[in-house]
Structure formats: C-alpha cells, structure tokens
C-alpha cells in the first residue's frame, strides 16, 4: 500500500492566535504552495490510475482478451491523460503536460481499431506502463532515474 501525502495548509485563525499577522502578500503565498501540493498529489493519484489502466490493456493484449473492455479502457487512458495534462499546465510543466496530451491523442487513435492494434501501438502501451512504473517508484524514492524522469521520447512513438 502507497504512503498518503499529508498536504499542510495555513491556519490563519491559529496563526493569529499564536500572534502572527498576514499581509496579503505572505497569505497568497502560502496559499498557492498549499494549492500546488494539492494539484501534485492529484498528478501522483491520476499518474497511479493511468498505470492501473495500462497495465490492466497490456494484459489483455497479451492474452488476446479483446472485447468491449479494452476500448472502454482505452478511452479512459485518454481521458485521465488529458486530465493529468491539465493539471500539469496548472503546475506549469509545459513539457509533461505536451506529452500528456499528445500520448492522448495517440491512445485515441488506438481506440478506434482496438480489436487490430498496430505493433508500434502496443508498444506505445508498453512503454506508457513502464514509464508510469518508474515515475511511482521515483516519487516513493523520492529518487529519479537516470534520465531525470524526462519522458518526452515517449510523445515520438
């Protein structure tokens, strides 16, 4: 089981208490740190959905279970991805956020002929799953791999 992140928000009613004062420049700060903790860990809970998905269609593909399900999975990986590449323009990764969507836009394509995927899509697929693998292990490592986590190369299949 997953470690949940605690996400620390500002008790400006404690904090007064304790005889700090906010001006407003110091309030909106920590209130958008307090706001970019919370959009990661929805980037952390959909980047655990997408790999679930994933890994769930590579199994399909490889044991040749190909019904309504896999194009019903397929289109909700395009949905979470768009989803996450919102997220990531709110948190202003530009280039995760582009992958996001351009990964999006190749899954539904594959939605449309599920049942005879290209070789190169199943691939794709593969390579989504690994990806999300490694990008889990590296946030509960806290440690990225050697490339730095740059997963851009993924966008060119």
């Known amino acids: 089981p997953r470690r949940v992140k605690r996400i620390s928000v500002l008790n400006t009613l ?20 307090s706001l970019e ?6 980037l952390d809970s959909q980047s655990s959905h997408l790999g679930e998905l994933c890994e769930r269609l590579v199994h399909a593909y490889d044991s040749r279970d190909i019904g309504d399900e896999v194009q019903s999975d397929l289109l909700s990986l395009a949905t979470v991805l768009q989803d996450a590449a919102a997220v ?3 948190l202003k990764e530009a280039q995760l956020s582009a992958l996001c969507v351009s990964l999006s836009d190749n899954v539904t394509k594959m ?10 899509e199943l ?3 593969r390579k989504i799953t690994t990806a ?7 946030t509960q ?6 490339d730095g986590g740059d997963l851009s190369a993924l966008a060119a299949t």
Not at 132 to 138: I, K, N, R
């Open 111 to 120: 939605a449309d002929h599920y049942y005879e995927p290209m070789e190169r």
């Open 132 to 138: 999300f693998q490694l990008a889990m292990d590296s």
């Open 88 to 90: 990531a323009q709110r």
């Open 37 to 42: 903790q919370v959009l990661q860990a929805q």
């Open 141 to 146: 490592n806290t440690a990225a791999g050697p």
């Open 123 to 125: 691939d794709l697929l």
């Open 14 to 33: 404690l904090e007064k208490v304790n005889g700090k004062d906010f001006d407003k420049d110091s309030l909106k700060a920590a209130i958008d740190r």
